[in-house]
């Protein structure tokens, strides 16, 4: 039987996999192997009697050594690399082992660790460099949680050599091409691609096992080098490389089910690809395993990886071709940054140019250096600022102002309130001290996986989420601008310019929904100009929020034991917005789904693609040092034959000399989604870009599915 | 120097992907000598702006009525006695009065007048988009219908814009042989090579149209594509496919066929103009009459674009 991938595009997909890899990748697209997981929640606690006395040390460590011997193996019969997450509750970001029934501890998340060390230099020489810190600990005064977390390193290895044995076991006599990866990978150094390959999914493997997600970053700059001299050793064929990235891709989707309770989506488990750009030297990096993984996903639709592409104008032509070609299949996988842009916002945070040229994300798209910093986010709603903070809309008194400025000003001074808020709530509970100049960070709950895997956690002997790395960055997250700014921008119309209706009127209006006011209402949206046109005067608004936001964040940036550099999105909270939210004065009725991330308000766009990123990029995006997110939908006839390849070139050129700072682009036709709410059985595969991550469409729940088919569509 | 000529603009669309190579803006001109049965856009036939009305966005709240000096829109008690509000297209001059005070867009003027220099910069905000091969696409209407074209084209150039033209040819040769100088790419409909046909259906003169054509391809150094409507039952047959051989032979700087089949969505947009609904999809043609269509010019040497 032969498989294929769902595409909006005229175009088919291209076929160069083999025909067994297809089919695996079909089977784990439908969710046999998520299923299977499913089946086997996590690993028990119950049988150890002495658990609840352990410390909390004591009781990471025993779980992660239980999930080593007893997690379920899975060889899939054609899979080129081996290793499996196999235990649910990993699916639902904790860790799979339970205590009477229940979860004890979560993974972490939001984060790019550094697997790539691990698979240069092998795990055996992680652990002698962990031996010889334990030894040199003895002479230090470390605290008695320091020496723990030491220990607690040594025993995750520990952990992790004995789940490497297992497979080693399993695959003697069953499979001995991946037993012999297995014998050199991971704990000794790769030396080949394959190797290579096998080391990077193991390590991935054993981390998502154990309830973590983390994101990957820079693949093809750690895979190209092996790649290349395998090639002129005649030891691989790029069809082979191919394949076996390919493995990797497929065995990346191995958490899907295939009957996923509806939700915010699956496939977002923040394992996030960072592809092109520039090495810390400033050579380019994109290499022929970049393309090799354009050519995974632009045949087999797999979209768990969400995928970037760092672009410059310098980056290859042949670089903006590939992507073009993979983004017209729609599903929204492949995104791209504009380099030179975030290098020099990384470098105005104050990261040195050689680590900031190293950047990567969280898993959607908030930039951070890979390895070397443990990242959250803090997100809040723009627009509730508004109208609650500074409007008093869901009160019996609203407020009044007599002129526009002042109006701004009331509201500029509430945003720097919630700034002000995240930048002190966070010191108080991560950094007690911090008011009186100390550093030190407050236990967290144990997270010896990742922090195996990060920058700095070893030296120090802290856990990531303690201080260990080099950078701890929370990024204040300003959502629904584009709706604040739209907001302001008709109050200031309609009341101060025009003077259609008073000031004290229009709240009145909002507060009744538009009741009775349906004239009105409808001139507003007819007349109204609002973000996202092209309109400078209409854009203004929203640019000066942005500008003004990242101003308020400044004095939090860098000089205190957490950054704060500020950053736009909701990923889809304006779902979880609208019941919270009153009517708008731009012409929404309360309820409404409005703005995604830096994206106009849906519906309120007419001019097209380009004039949404000439919109978007008005505001100083530099200064949004952790990201901003530009959601763009095309329809598929737009992209449709060489000139539509041609016309998704020129968008990303266009958002490159603009100062556009991250776009993801998806192609999709609203009847098509419609009919896959009709009909779910038969879209199973089809992938929609929902915000920092992908999920198949049938996953959404009917309000993410609806926001989705709501959003800007720009044709023609 | 400020150009101040002005030209009556329908539209102006950019990201257009589908008028000529690379992302463009394309620019919708007033006044349309032809009167094609098919049209997509009737309201640009008439040389001046008129009103367009859509009813559904119409929220009866009486704006026009109250602004109209003609009469043409006013409120008429219906024989219950309740106002109606009623459109009375013979009395309408297009004044524009209505639809300045419309609050919804349901009464709207077809065109506004812009100069030469409100054009150029409308199009110059996409420059960073256009790259190599994009640029603006002159279109309506039949854009060379304006005189102030010339000094539009002439602009557009001088900013360094590539102007492609989407034109039927029906204008005078000495506004051809001037545009055709000033263009890079000419998307010149053939929506027919029968005489007898193309004059029932839109009016137009073959030998006219040939002519100009022939007068493009001579003066421009730039390329021309044909464009070719499909449409069922009137022109899918093998005959035209090989006069538009034909035609495509005797010219030098073709660069091939553009095959374009009708669409049924103009209908309600000829209403809104107060025109009879042309919108018939019967005359949507078949996957196999397209095929058949391409593989007969491809059969004849002409590439199908």
């Known amino acids: 039987m032969s498989v294929s991938f769902y595409t909006p595009c005229a175009t088919p997909r291209p076929v160069r996999l083999s025909q067994e890899t297809r089919q695996f990748a079909w089977d784990s697209l439908h969710g046999k192997y998520g299923d299977e997981a499913m089946a086997h929640m996590a690993v028990s606690m119950d049988s150890q009697p002495d658990f609840d006395g352990l410390s909390d040390y004591g009781k990471h460590d025993r779980m992660i050594r239980e999930i080593a011997e007893k997690a379920p193996l899975r060889l899939c019969p054609t899979e080129r690399v081996c290793g499996a997450a196999t235990l649910g509750l990993a699916i639902h970001a904790l860790i799979p082992a339970t205590r009477g029934g229940q979860p004890v501890l979560w993974g972490i998340n939001h984060l790019t660790v550094n697997f790539f060390t691990a698979v240069r230099e092998g795990l055996d020489a992680v652990e002698a460099r962990l031996d010889g810190r334990m030894r040199q600990a003895a002479g230090e005064n470390l605290t008695g949680r320091q020496q723990e977390f030491l220990q607690s390193m040594k025993s995750t290895l520990a952990s992790l050599r004995i789940w490497h044995r297992r497979y080693l076991e399993a695959t003697e006599t069953e499979r001995p091409e991946l037993h012999r990866l297995l014998t050199q990978v991971p704990f000794g150094p790769a030396r080949t691609f394959h190797e290579a390959v096998q080391s990077l999914w193991f390590c991935f493997a054993f981390t998502r096992l154990t309830g973590n997600w983390p994101g990957l970053g820079r693949i093809d700059q750690l895979l190209g080098p092996y790649y290349e001299a395998d090639l002129s050793a005649g030891r691989l064929t790029r069809d082979e490389a191919r394949e076996i990235l390919a493995s990797f891709f497929i065995k990346g989707c191995e958490w899907i089910q295939s009957q996923t309770p509806p939700g915010s989506g699956d496939a977002q488990h923040y394992q996030n690809l960072i592809i092109g750009g520039v090495d810390r030297e400033g050579r380019e990096v994109t290499n022929p395993v970049t393309y090799l993984i354009l050519d995974v996903v632009e045949e087999l639709a797999i979209s768990d990886y969400p995928i970037t592409v760092r672009f410059s104008e310098h980056s290859p032509e042949e670089l903006f071709r590939r992507v073009a070609e993979v983004q017209r299949h729609g599903g929204g996988i492949v995104a791209v940054y504009n380099e030179p842009l975030v290098l020099r916002s990384l470098m105005a945070q104050g990261y040195p140019e050689d680590e900031a040229r190293d950047f990567a994300n969280d898993g959607c798209w908030e930039v951070q250096i890979p390895g070397r910093t443990r990242f959250s986010y803090a997100p809040f709603d723009a627009l509730q600022v508004l109208q609650r903070q500074t409007l008093h809309l869901d009160t019996d008194t609203p407020a009044h102002f007599d002129d526009f400025e002042s109006l701004y000003a009331a509201f500029r001074k509430e945003l720097g309130h919630v700034v002000d808020d995240i930048a002190r709530r966070t010191l108080d509970g991560w950094v007690p001290g911090w008011q009186e100049g100390k550093t030190d960070f407050a236990p967290a709950p144990p997270c010896t996986v990742v922090s195996l895997f990060e920058d700095g956690c070893m030296e120090s002997a802290l856990s990531y989420c303690e201080g260990g790395t080099p950078y701890v960055v929370i990024s204040p997250h300003i959502g629904g601008a584009p709706d604040a700014g739209n907001s302001l921008c008709a109050i200031d119309t309609l009341v101060f310019r025009e003077k259609k209706v008073s000031f004290d009127r229009l709240m009145e209006i909002l507060r009744t929904d538009w009741a009775g006011e349906e004239t009105l209402r409808q001139y507003v949206r007819h007349n109204l100009t609002c973000y996202g046109n092209d309109d400078d005067t209409a854009d203004g608004y929203t640019v000066r929020i942005l500008n003004d936001f990242a101003d308020l964040c400044s004095p939090w940036a860098t000089g205190y034991p957490v950054w704060f550099p500020p950053g736009v999105s909701t990923f889809g909270r304006q779902i979880e917005w609208a019941p919270g939210r009153l009517a708008v004065p731009f012409g929404y009725r309360k309820g409404d789904i409005l703005s995604g991330n830096a994206s106009p308000t849906p519906g309120t766009d007419t001019e097209g693609a380009t004039a949404v990123i000439r919109s978007y990029c008005k505001a100083d995006l530099c200064r949004q040092t952790t990201g901003a997110a530009l959601d763009i939908r095309l329809f598929p006839g737009t992209v449709d034959g060489e000139n539509g390849l041609v016309a998704l070139e020129g968008l990303i050129h266009g958002f490159l000399a603009l100062g556009g700072y991250f776009m993801q682009t998806d192609v999709m036709d609203a009847q098509v989604l419609r009919r896959a709410q009709e009909n779910p059985d038969e879209y199973k595969t089809l992938s929609v870009r929902v915000s920092g991550w992908n999920a198949r469409f049938v996953t959404l729940n009917r309000e993410w599915q609806e926001m989705i088919i709501q959003r800007t569509a720009h044709e023609m | ?305």
């Open chain 2, 1 to 305: 120097m400020q150009n101040t000529q002005t030209l009556r603009v329908t539209r102006i669309q950019r990201f257009s992907t589908g008028d000529g190579p690379g992302i463009r803006t394309t620019v919708f001109l007033q006044g349309c000598p032809l009167r094609c049965a098919w049209c997509h856009n009737p309201e640009t036939w008439d040389e001046e702006p008129v009103l367009v009305w859509t009813p559904r966005d119409c929220v009866g709240c009486g704006a026009c009525a109250s602004a109209c000096p003609t009469g043409a829109r006013r409120v008429q008690d219906d024989p219950d006695g309740d106002g109606q509000l009623v459109y009375d297209r013979h009395l309408c001059t297009a004044c524009g009065a209505c639809a300045a005070v419309c609050p919804t867009g349901a009464c709207e003027l077809s065109a506004r007048s812009m100069t030469v220099e409100d054009i150029v910069r409308a199009v110059e905000r996409d420059r960073a988009f256009f790259g190599r091969e994009g640029g603006v696409t002159l279109s309506g209407g039949e854009p060379l219908l304006q005189s102030a074209v010339l000094p539009l084209m002439q602009a557009l150039n001088r900013a360094g814009l590539s102007v492609a033209v989407e034109t039927a040819g029906a204008v005078p040769p000495e506004r051809m042989a001037a545009a055709a100088g000033l263009g890079e790419l000419f998307l010149y409909d053939l929506k027919d090579t029968d005489p007898a046909r193309l004059r029932r259906m839109t009016g137009a003169e073959l030998p006219h149209i040939l002519d100009n054509l022939s007068l493009c391809d001579r003066v421009t150094r730039g390329h021309i594509r044909l464009r070719c409507i499909l449409v069922r039952t009137v022109n899918t047959d093998p005959t035209h496919y090989r006069g538009i051989a034909g035609v495509y032979r005797r010219l030098g700087r073709c660069e091939g066929v553009e095959l374009i089949p009708y669409h049924a969505y103009a209908g309600s947009k000829a209403v809104r103009v107060g025109r009879p609904d042309n919108g018939r999809t019967d005359w949507i043609p078949t996957g196999e009459e397209l095929a058949q269509a391409k593989e007969t010019l491809e059969a004849c040497g002409v590439p199908v674009l």
